[in-house]
């Protein structure tokens, strides 16, 4: 059971960064130059946002993981 919330954690961290690229990248693609430039900002803010967010949930979800496998019962 563990395993597999790792696992969700895991695709759920990849889908926060491909969002902040996607945000970037619409950002990126803009036509006028101001509107082009706030968005390329905010784009890159997304981007390390979201690896941060992820990076985070990561720890969180590997320390979970080592805490409730400690506290599994060990048999001969």
Known sequence: MVG???I???LFCVYLIYKGVEIFQIAFVS???RTRQIGIFIGGIAIIAAIGI???ALK???DL???IGNNMP???
């Open 74 to 76: 060990r048999y001969p």
């Open 60 to 62: 969180m979800a590997d």
């Open 65 to 67: 993981s080592e805490k």
């Open 8 to 10: 969700m954690i895991y």
């Open 4 to 6: 597999l919330m790792q």
């Open 31 to 33: 036509v006028e130059n």
């Open 54 to 56: 992820a990076g985070i």
